[in-house]
C-alpha cells in the first residue's frame, strides 16, 4: 500500500494543464466494441482506472496499441468473449458499461454484479429495466448478470431516477437496436455528449444527448473513427477548489469552462476571485473565504463529485455553512477524516453542517474512495503541520499525475510505500 506525506501552509500558485475526462474514457472505451475497424482515441487519461478497462479490452480479445501515455488505437476485429472477467470488473464499477455495448454488438452479455467506491447503495435496477424494455432476457446467477437478446427493439423508456450509468448503458444498447428508442428522464453530464458525439461518428443516429431526453434511431454498422475524448471537469474542479482552500492564485487551462459554471459561481460565492477565458479559468482566494450552502445535483447543478472538495474549502470559511448531497445517500466518508484533522463537521443523513474558520492541523488519515481522497489531499495541504494519507490508490484510480501537477503548483507531497513511511519520515524531519 502507499501513502502520501504531505507538508501543509501550501499556497498553490501556477498553471496546471488537466487530464481527459476519467467519466467521459471509461464509457467511451466499451463502446468501442461495436465496430470491426480500428478506433483511435486521444487525451485518454493515464490512471488505474482506464487501464483496467484496457486489460478488459484486451481480454476480450480488442488489439490495443498505445501511440503515447494518452493515445491509443483499438481493434475489435476479433473479439472472442463476451464476458469479461470478474478479477478485472470488480475493480471499476463502469465495466458495467459492457453490458450495453455487448448486448448491442453481440445480443448477449455476462458481466459480474458491479462493485465500486463506496457511497452508499448504488442499484442498477434502471439499467436493468430498460434492457428489459428493449427485449433483453436477464438471469442474475453466482453474482453474475447474463442478458441475451434475440432482438433487441427500440422502444420508449422513462428514467425513474436521473442516472449517468443508466443514460450511457441504455444509449449503448439503443444504439443496436431496431427501430426508434427514447429514452426520457436521462441524464445530461458533458460525458454523455461526449459518448453521443463519438457513437455519432461511427454511424449511429443519436439526437438530444446533453437534454432529458435521447432519440436513438438503431443502425446495425459502425465505423472506425478518431476521437478525442472532452477535459476532466472533475479534475478541473479539484484544482480550483484546492487553489482556493489554500489561499493560492492558479490557472486550469485546457479546459470547458461550460462545464465548470456551478464550481465557478460556488467559489464566487465564496469570495473567490475567478477569471474565466475561452480554455482557461483562473482563481485566486487573497481575502477570508465567506461561507455558504452547498447542494448537489445532477448536470448542470453542482457536481456530487466536487462535493467532498467543497466540504474542504467550507471548513477554511469563518462561520456556518451547509452541505446537502442530493445524489447518494452515503457520501460524506471523508467528515471522519476531516475531524481527526480537527474540522467541526456535524452530519444528520444526507446534510451536513461545517462550522468553519478553525485552522485544521496535520494527521494520519486515510482515503476511503476517490474524491474523499483528493479532498484529504486538499486538507492536508491547507493544514498546520504534516499529514500522511493511506489507500491512496483510491486517488490514482482517478487523478493523472496527481502528485506532481500539485508538485508543479508548490506543494510538498512525497508518494511514499507504507512499509517503509516511518524511516523516511524520521530522516525528511
Ligand atoms: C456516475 O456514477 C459517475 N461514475 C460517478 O463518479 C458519479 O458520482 C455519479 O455518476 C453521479 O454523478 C462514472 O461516470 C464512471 P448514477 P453512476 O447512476 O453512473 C441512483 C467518480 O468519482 N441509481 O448517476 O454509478 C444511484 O444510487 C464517480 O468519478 C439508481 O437508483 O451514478 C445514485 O443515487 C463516483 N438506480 C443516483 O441514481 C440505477 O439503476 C445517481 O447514480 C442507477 C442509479
Not at 9 to 26: D, P
Not at 405 to 412: E, R
Amino acid at each position: 500500500m502507499e501513502s502520501f506525506k504531505v507538508k501543509g501552509n501550501a499556497n498553490l500558485k501556477g498553471n496546471v494543464i488537466i487530464s481527459g475526462s476519467k467519466n467521459a474514457a471509461v464509457a467511451v472505451l466499451p463502446a468501442v466494441v461495436l465496430t470491426k475497424e480500428t478506433v483511435r482515441l486521444d487525451n485518454i487519461p493515464d490512471i488505474t482506472d482506464v487501464r483496467t478497462m484496457i486489460k478488459i479490452l484486451e481480454n476480450l480479445g480488442v488489439s490495443i496499441r498505445r501511440r503515447g501515455r494518452n493515445a491509443l488505437d483499438l481493434t475489435p476485429n476479433h473479439l472472442a468473449a463476451i464476458d469479461p472477467s470478474y478479477d478485472l470488473v470488480k475493480k471499476m464499477r463502469a465495466s458495467y458499461y459492457f453490458m450495453g455495448s455487448l448486448l448491442a454488438r453481440f445480443g448477449q452479455a455476462r458481466v459480474p454484479i458491479p462493485g465500486g467506491c463506496d457511497l452508499g447503495p448504488r442499484p442498477i435496477d434502471q439499467h436493468l429495466k430498460g434492457f428489459s424494455a428493449l427485449g433483453a432476457d436477464i438471469n442474475i446467477e453466482h453474482g453474475m448478470i447474463n442478458l441475451s437478446a434475440k432482438r433487441l427493439v427500440g422502444t420508449n423508456i422513462y428514467l425513474d431516477v436521473v442516472s449517468i450509468g443508466a443514460t450511457i448503458n441504455l444509449m449503448l444498447a439503443a444504439s443496436s437496436a431496431e427501430g426508434r428508442t427514447v429514452l426520457e428522464n436521462v441524464a445530461k453530464e458533458p460525458e454523455i455528449v461526449d459518448l453521443a458525439n463519438f457513437l455519432n461518428a461511427m454511424g449511429a443516429k443519436i439526437r438530444g444527448a446533453g437534454t432529458d431526453v435521447i432519440r436513438i434511431d438503431g443502425v446495425k454498422e459502425y465505423r472506425g473513427v478518431a476521437h478525442t475524448v472532452i477535459p476532466d471537469r472533475i479534475e478541473a474542479g479539484t484544482f480550483m477548489l484546492a487553489a482556493a482552500a489554500t489561499g493560492g492564485s492558479v490557472a486550469v487551462e485546457e479546459i470547458i469552462p461550460k462545464h465548470l459554471e456551478a464550481i465557478t459561481a460556488k467559489l464566487r460565492e465564496a469570495g473567490a476571485h475567478v477569471v474565466v477565458e475561452p480554455e482557461k479559468i483562473n482563481i485566486a482566494a487573497p481575502d477570508p473565504l465567506l461561507p455558504s450552502d452547498l447542494k448537489t445535483f445532477p448536470y448542470p447543478g453542482f457536481p456530487t463529485d466536487l462535493q467532498p472538495q467543497g466540504m474542504v474549502l467550507l471548513t477554511a470559511a469563518k462561520g456556518l455553512s451547509v452541505i446537502t448531497e442530493n445524489v447518494f445517500d452515503g457520501r460524506f466518508n471523508q467528515v471522519d477524516e476531516l475531524k481527526r484533522m480537527g474540522a467541526k463537521i456535524k452530519v444528520e443523513g444526507r446534510t451536513a453542517l461545517i462550522e468553519g474558520g478553525t485552522r485544521l492541523s496535520g494527521a494520519p488519515v486515510t482515503a476511503h474512495d476517490l474524491r474523499s481522497g483528493a479532498a484529504l489531499l486538499i486538507a492536508a495541504l491547507m493544514a498546520d503541520g504534516e499529514s500522511q494519507i493511506s489507500a491512496i490508490k483510491h486517488i490514482d484510480r482517478g487523478y493523472e499525475n496527481f502528485e506532481q501537477k500539485l508538485i508543479n503548483l508548490g506543494a510538498s507531497i512525497q508518494r511514499v510505500s507504507d512499509d517503509n513511511y516511518e524511516q523516511l519520515s524520521s530522516s525528511l524531519d
